[in-house]
């Protein structure tokens, strides 16, 4: 007899000699089971529900008749393997920490665990996968696992002896403790100068890091920038050691670059501000004849004298603070020429308005660049002579600076004789 395996396919040939049935076996009854082997004729399913694991060779035969008439047949032979997943297994559920079964376990901060299930299967090997609170946990597909945090744990053993059959393992409560190390935090520090003393609980660990001294940690010598602390306590073999960490912050307040004093006209626009830094929020105050008291480069159109004090704030809370002035510059009266010929009449250079600034700077040069005259304020005024000797008619250039950081004047006067 020559059988094919698969659905009609001719890839794989099976020959037999004459088949002899085993004890309740036939040609009607090859597959045993409740229910028995049926086949559904409209649809070509066929149902059975075995009753002894073994392997069954199956044959179909499909005719096809016309008014009556055979005038065709197809067969199909299968070979059926049944598996007895249902067999009674004493299955070992408890999760094992070492040797001894557990279900429940406390471990420390910081430590680790190992769990697993000594269940042996034979080959092929099922499937397995932890779960912690229900979850899956993602890569976690061994025997056992390694464990460091809180939660209920359970391994799901699947595809046992290539059944689908599965079991849930018994569940495991892990408790995760503090180890009790606690440290004050450490608010950002904007005044490098000053030491900071450090606080944990309980006493008789260290204090660790960079600038760490004892029990005092130094900004200086830690330098800007954020720094570790650690804070540990001793362990043993069967307690890790406890350890509180810390972040502290070592900031400066931000550094304001401005001039105390600056001068313009009244109702002029002058722009006020500090070269701008990342990360820093700015506030002018009094916010008057100011475009935005939140620019670092505000512009100020003052009508009358005015005093600002600017606030920068960094990312870390750090503050730093400035104050400038902003003062008026009144106009003065320069006149074009002069005539010192002792008439009485228009003897000497007048600038009137400027004894208002009598810190003011007045310079007068000859053709030939020469410095002739110069005063710090005009209390004295320029009469055309040069240590009592009358200077030469003709066009001299003068400067004028009214304040320190004001404005600088400049211009030409006529002398004449």
């Known amino acids: 007899m020559i059988l094919t395996t698969g659905a009609g396919k001719s890839d794989e040939v099976i020959t037999v000699g004459d088949l002899d049935w085993a004890n309740g076996y036939n040609d009607q009854n090859q597959v045993q089971g409740t229910p028995g082997l049926t086949i559904n004729e409209n649809t070509g399913e066929i149902t059975i529900k075995a009753d002894e694991a073994g392997q069954y060779l199956i044959g179909i035969s499909v005719e096809e008749y016309r008014n009556g008439r055979k005038i065709g047949s197809v067969n199909f032979y299968y070979t059926l393997t049944v598996l007895d997943c249902n067999e009674q297994q004493v299955l070992d559920k408890s999760i094992y920490k070492d040797t001894t079964s557990i279900q429940t376990l406390t471990i420390c901060q910081g430590s680790e665990a190992i769990l697993s299930s000594k269940q042996t299967f034979p080959d092929p090997q099922p499937e397995?996968?932890?779960?912690?609170?229900?979850?899956?946990?993602?890569?976690?597909?061994?025997?056992?696992?390694?464990i460091s945090e809180a939660g209920e744990y359970q391994l799901l053993t699947s595809k046992i002896d290539g059944c689908p059959d599965s079991f849930e393992s018994e569940a495991v409560r892990v408790s995760v403790i503090s180890s009790g190390a606690e440290m004050d935090s450490i608010p950002p520090i904007c005044d490098t100068t000053l030491s900071i003393a450090l606080h944990a609980t309980p006493p008789g660990g260290t204090f660790e890091g960079t600038g760490v001294t004892g029990s005092t940690f130094d900004p200086k010598i830690a330098g800007e920038g954020m720094h570790d602390i650690q804070y540990v306590i001793e362990g043993s073999e069967a307690w890790p050691a406890a350890v509180a960490k810390r972040e502290v912050v070592v900031s400066q307040a931000p550094r304001l670059d401005l001039l105390d004093v600056l001068y313009t006209s009244r109702d002029?626009?002058?722009?006020?501000?500090?070269?701008?830094?990342?990360?820093?929020?700015?506030?002018?105050?009094?916010?008057?004849?100011?475009?935005?008291?939140?620019?670092?480069?505000?512009?100020?159109?003052?009508?009358?004298?005015?005093?600002?004090?600017?606030?920068?704030?960094?990312?870390y809370g750090c503050?730093?603070?400035?104050?400038?002035?902003?003062?008026i510059t009144e106009s003065i009266l320069i006149p074009d020429a002069f005539t010192p010929n002792k008439d009485g009449i228009n003897e000497i250079w007048e600038l009137k308005g400027i004894e208002g600034y009598p810190k003011c700077h007045v310079t007068i040069y000859n053709r030939w660049g020469e410095v002739i005259f110069h005063s710090i304020g005009y209390q004295n005024a320029f009469d055309g002579t040069v240590s009592g000797a009358l200077q030469m008619p003709g066009v001299y250039a003068y400067k004028i600076r009214l304040t320190e950081h004001g404005p600088e004047l400049t211009g030409s006067l006529m002398l004449i004789h």
């Open 319 to 327: 503050v730093g603070r400035r104050e400038v002035k902003v003062k």
């Open 268 to 315: 002029k626009p002058i722009l006020i501000g500090v070269k701008d830094s990342l990360n820093v929020a700015y506030r002018w105050t009094p916010p008057d004849y100011l475009n935005d008291v939140t620019y670092a480069n505000p512009i100020s159109t003052p009508s009358a004298d005015i005093t600002y004090t600017v606030t920068a704030t960094n990312a």
């Open 128 to 146: 397995f996968q932890w779960t912690r609170n229900g979850k899956t946990i993602w890569g976690a597909n061994e025997q056992s696992i390694t």
